[in-house]
């Protein structure tokens, strides 16, 4: 199993600019987590999805902030627009149909610059 | 609700010795509790996990964790410190019921050769 893939890993805009990062979920996982972690402030929880369904996004900081699950293998993160303060590593994380209190598998992050 | 507390966010330790992390946790309702690991550039992974059953649950790389009610802790500890196990530390909760899972602050573990 490839894991969850994240892309791109980089991704350094300019402030005003519209973001997006892209997560694949592993296969057979039926939730999706977006967390965001800074120095400041740690790994937050932004959304997270149950069966491509948005069940809890009271974590995303603000209506600049939207993600989607169009489908099972797949979920977007799009800012728009960007700011300096959303500098951070951007993880994505699924989780087995047998719950999500079992493990979360995460993603190797994208790490986004603001300028 | 859940909430979990990790005492030091920087810990070093020499090559050898005894590696021990402490995480509190808070929960109106019996825990599950876990640790996960990140190494530099890396998405976390999952260390060891407390469900219900054996309080001393043993995880990868010979670590392990002691889940003690009265304390309220989940201490993560490993006998002999090695230099790969430099790297980030978390501390998490959620509930059986819950579908969030609460993550401490994280512990920097510095190991010195």
């Known amino acids: ?115 | 609700a859940q909430s979990v507390t990790q005492l030091g966010s920087h810990v070093s330790v020499s090559e050898g010795a005894l590696v021990l992390l402490r995480c509190n946790y808070s929960s109106s309702v019996p825990p599950y509790l876990f640790w996960y690991v990140q190494y530099p550039n890396q998405g976390l992974q999952l260390l060891l996990k407390y469900t219900t059953g054996a309080t001393l649950v043993k995880g990868i790389n010979g670590f392990e964790a002691e889940f003690k009610k009265s304390e309220t802790s989940f201490h993560l500890t490993k006998p002999s410190a090695h230099m790969s196990d430099a790297a980030e530390y978390f501390c998490a909760v959620t509930a059986p019921t819950g579908n969030q899972f609460y993550f401490g602050t994280g512990t920097s573990l510095t190991v010195i050769p």
């Open chain 1, 1 to 115: 199993d490839a894991g969850v893939i994240q892309s791109p890993r980089h991704e350094v805009t300019e402030m005003g600019q519209e973001v997006t990062l892209r997560c694949k979920p592993i296969s057979g996982h039926d939730y999706l987590f977006w967390y965001r972690q800074t120095m400041m402030r740690g790994l937050e929880l932004l959304i997270y999805f149950n069966n491509n369904v948005p069940i809890d996004d009271s974590g995303m900081p603000e209506d600049r902030f939207s993600a989607k699950m169009p489908n099972a293998s797949f979920s977007t993160l799009k800012i728009q627009p960007s700011e300096p303060r959303d500098s951070a590593v951007y993880f994505c994380a699924s989780s087995p149909r047998s719950g999500p209190y079992n493990e979360q598998f995460f993603g190797p992050g994208t790490r986004l610059t603001v300028l």
